[in-house]
């Protein structure tokens, strides 16, 4: 069984989080109306954006006993902690589930629902970086949403590299599998 979109009532965020979570959720409306795209498939999208940041300003303590591993970073724990309790209340759609779980790296396994919402996270015209390059990205994406996927994966990719930060796994796999299908 799965709720109707909207924040769950066991959200942990803030103003500025909860205004990122509307935007998110605005632009994969958006990105469903251009594309026609079925009621029930645009309540998939609709879920998995309410739910990504669900526990994004949760407590350490609270993360951390939702999502011990979640790659050993703590700053990543927000995903799984998400998806394990959306799924412990009711959440059965392992689409959705695995966008929410994995929505800050990247997973290869993802279906449609995982690749939209890894696109509207991180182009949702709230974040102050390359605002007009991204607007433009966000603008092609109902008609070329494969090729922004790449450039948004390579964007996130040099992102972790140039921080010096290692590369997970799941992030890597999933960058295998875009540029192997292309």
């Keep these: 069984m799965s709720a109707p979109a909207g924040l769950p009532p066991w959200a942990r965020l803030g103003t500025e989080r909860r205004a990122h979570v509307e935007r998110v959720a605005a632009l994969l409306r958006q990105w469903a109306d251009a594309g026609g795209v079925p009621a029930a ?16 300003d949760a407590s350490p303590d609270e ?13 990543l724990r927000h995903g799984p902690a998400a998806a394990r309790l959306a799924a412990e209340q009711g959440e059965t759609d392992r689409g959705v589930l695995r966008a929410v779980h994995y ?34 990205q966000a603008a092609r994406v109902p008609h070329e949403p494969d090729s922004v996927l790449r450039e948004v994966a390579a ?7 140039d921080a010096g930060r290692p590369l997970l796994t799941e992030s890597v796999e999933f960058w295998n599998g875009l540029v192997a299908s292309s």
């Design 41 to 56: 498939e645009r309540d998939r999208w609709l879920r998995a954006a309410y739910l990504h940041d669900a526990l994004r």
């Design 103 to 136: 929505h800050s790296v990247g997973y290869a396994g993802w279906d449609r629902v995982g690749r939209l919402l890894y696109l509207a996270d991180y182009l949702e015209p709230g974040r102050a970086f390359r605002e007009e390059e991204r607007k433009a």
């Design 155 to 161: 964007e996130r990719l040099r992102w972790v590299l």
């Design 63 to 75: 993360l951390a006993r939702l999502a011990p591993d979640a790659w050993g970073v703590p700053s």
